[in-house]
């Protein structure tokens, strides 16, 4: 049984559990891994104006996805930065694309005009990700990054979220939006998981 929802403070543990591995390859740039207790920080910060969500199966969480501001300046006040892990037994069979597509939807709600992925490549399942979800290849930074002794890469991709015409309203804080609509919207998706796995 698949479940997305809302994380809570009690997930901080498990997605920091999830992310660890990521930290010791080239998946992620960060190292070391942080610990509970910073996770449930960042988990804090985001929540307060973007969306973090988990997926469960069978009640335990086996991936998370989450939204943060792209850049500090004004005018990206309608951009967001989105991120996914998962734990390594949990990819394939849609649960990725059905986590991120939950986000995508209620980034779009909020009002967010764009929505940025940084994949540090090569990495053909975050490619393949991005591409199922919609966005667009913008560009590859060469030799951005430098870890586990060598340069890495780092593209980025771009969704169109909604349509950049004229002057925009506010985008929205992530707990302004109704309970029960981020209920549908996470259980319209973790259905979309029971199918793909059933085909």
């Not at 543990?13 to 190292?31: L, S």
């Not at 973007?50 to 996805?65: F, H, K, M, S, T």
């Not at 560009?139 to 990054?145: D, M, S, V």
């Amino acid at each position: 049984m698949y479940t997305i929802r809302p994380a809570e403070k009690a997930d901080a543990a498990r997605c920091a559990a999830i992310y660890a591995p990521y930290t010791e390859g080239a998946i992620t740039y960060e190292h070391p891994a942080p610990d509970a207790a910073e996770i449930a920080r960042r988990m804090e910060e985001v929540t307060a104006a973007y969306p973090w969500l988990v997926c469960e199966r069978d009640g335990e969480v086996i991936g998370y996805a989450y939204a943060h501001r792209f850049r500090e300046r004004m005018a990206f006040d309608w951009t967001v930065e989105m991120s996914i892990y998962l734990d390594r037994d949990a990819l394939g069979g849609g649960i990725g694309t059905a986590l991120y597509s939950a986000l995508i939807e209620l980034l779009a709600a909020l009002g967010y005009v764009n929505a940025i992925g940084t994949v540090a490549t090569p990495n053909p399942p975050s490619e393949r990700l991005h591409e199922k979800c919609g966005f667009e290849r913008l560009f590859c930074a060469e030799r951005i990054g430098w870890k586990m002794g060598k340069w890495r890469d780092m593209t980025y991709y771009m969704l169109r979220l909604n349509p950049p015409e004229g002057e925009p309203a506010p985008a929205r804080l992530y707990p302004e939006l109704d309970a029960e609509y981020v209920a549908r919207v996470c259980a319209k998706h973790a259905a979309a998981i029971r199918e793909a796995r059933h085909d």
